[in-house]
């Protein structure tokens, strides 16, 4: 019987451990299994797994967001980023593929992700020119491409596909680009400078005929015509400078350059007499059209002497902007005319006709003083003329001498004009008349 009871028991023992190692066994497989799962490559790729899954099913929103997770486990997923930036290109959503692109890049340094980024832009730009929706930020977009490959040809066709839309959009045509500061607008000449620094220092890095070519054909806008500012023309003629010295020159930028420079010369000869006339003082615009600086000047015009100033009879000088025009490729300037810019500080204008009294040449200028406090009108033009005329010496006795004549013509709003003429003005024999009262005596 005892024998029996012991067998019983250890039988019973035996059952018992059986069953605590089987329990064992499933508590390890089912802890495991959670490890894993908590594991971030894991992790990492059952969020992409579920972004594929969004994505094939067109549901990119949801993609996003799993991509998204994945990159937040782990900032070094390629395939992740990769993923994203396709699920972006879906619902055309350019900006934001290029940006998962690049800072996937720039956090993993892997060539597929910069390459691709580099594809994205190249077709976005595409994209846009052949809708003729390029401007000038799709010029910029294209640049970094360059950067980062300065062989690309890819890059350059598109640039140069890029050119004339570039100058010739509906929101950005060359007027906005070189006085955009002026007018407040977001395509401005800074934005036109960067694109020629950015090329010539990938120019510098690896030189190519293709890039210098494609260089010197953005130096110059693809217009017939445009108006700059004065402060940006000075910035445009250093730039100009740049590109002649490191990639070379051409005729439409050699002429451009002769523009800028003649104009601050202009400028120069000017600078004197708009001081004394900005504070009111007309009377030294005597000794002004004698001196031998105004009358070689004016003589340029009137021999019709080579000169990239463009050759009119009344040339206007103001300090605000210049207009370049294209001609047989070559580039010539004025400055802009009161009528042009009503807001001008004020415009000198150099008459350049033929007048001779007894065979000396007349000399002649206008000065129409800038608007006060905004107001245009009322209209002030002063004509100064040094010529000879008949002045009264004594009583009544008439000399026809050399002398000084200033008209004033004041304009109102509604076309209104008043003038008044000073003979022998600072002479010792000045009179002042009315110009109806002059007609009504000459008509006499």
Not at 85 to 102: N, P, R, T
Not at 141 to 152: F, G, H, K, M, Q
Not at 298 to 305: G, K, P, S, T
């Amino acid at each position: 019987m005892s024998r029996g009871i012991k067998v019983k028991k250890k039988s019973q023992i035996n059952i018992k451990k059986t069953a605590i190692i089987g329990l064992a066994t499933v508590v390890t497989i089912i802890a495991g299994y959670n490890i894993y799962n908590h594991l971030p490559f894991v992790k990492v790729s059952k969020a992409i797994a579920a972004g594929n899954k969004y994505s094939a099913s067109s549901d990119y929103e949801a993609a996003i967001d799993s991509y998204n997770t994945a990159i937040e486990i782990d900032e070094g997923a390629v395939e992740a980023y990769n993923n994203m930036a396709g699920a972006y290109l879906s619902i055309d959503d350019y900006e934001s593929a290029k940006k998962v692109l690049y800072d996937g890049w720039q956090n993993t340094e892997n060539k597929d992700l910069l390459n691709n980024y580099l594809t994205v832009i190249t077709n976005d730009a595409i994209t846009a020119i052949n809708k003729g929706e390029g401007n000038i930020d799709t010029v910029l977009s294209v640049i970094p491409v360059l950067e980062a490959d300065n062989t690309n040809s890819e890059a350059i066709t598109v640039l140069d596909a890029a050119y004339t839309r570039c100058f010739r959009n509906e929101q950005t045509d060359a007027d906005m680009f070189f006085r955009g500061e002026n007018k407040g607008s977001a395509c401005c000449f800074s934005k036109y400078e960067e694109i020629i620094n950015r090329l010539v220092a990938v120019y510098e890095a690896t030189p190519s005929e293709e890039l210098a070519a494609l260089i010197q054909k953005y130096s110059s806008p693809s217009t017939d015509s445009f108006t700059i500012g004065l402060d940006e023309a000075a910035r445009y003629k250093e730039l100009l400078d740049k590109v002649a010295s490191s990639v070379g020159s051409c005729e439409a930028m050699d002429s451009m350059r002769e523009c800028f420079t003649n104009a601050s010369q202009v400028q120069d000869l000017f600078t004197d007499i708009f001081a004394q006339l900005d504070i009111g003082n007309v009377d030294d615009l005597r000794d002004f059209i004698v001196s031998d600086e105004y009358v070689s000047y004016r003589d340029i015009f009137l021999n019709n002497q080579e000169t990239s100033q463009e050759n009119t009879t009344y040339i206007p000088i103001s300090r605000e902007a210049m207009v370049l025009n294209l001609n047989e490729g070559k580039w010539s300037y004025r400055f802009l005319s009161f009528e042009e810019n009503p807001d001008s500080a004020g415009v000198i204008t150099v008459w350049a006709n033929y007048f001779e009294d007894d065979g000396v040449q007349r000399n002649s200028i206008s000065y129409e003083p800038g608007a006060i406090n905004g107001n245009v009108y009322p209209h002030t033009k002063y004509s100064v003329t040094y010529l000879k005329s008949y002045i009264t010496s004594g009583k009544s006795t008439k000399v026809a001498q050399m002398n000084y004549r200033l008209s004033t013509v004041i304009t109102d709003e509604d076309g209104n004009m008043t003038e008044t003429v000073v003979g022998d003005w600072g002479g010792a024999n000045e009179w002042t008349m009315d110009i109806e009262t002059i007609e009504s005596r000459i008509r006499a």
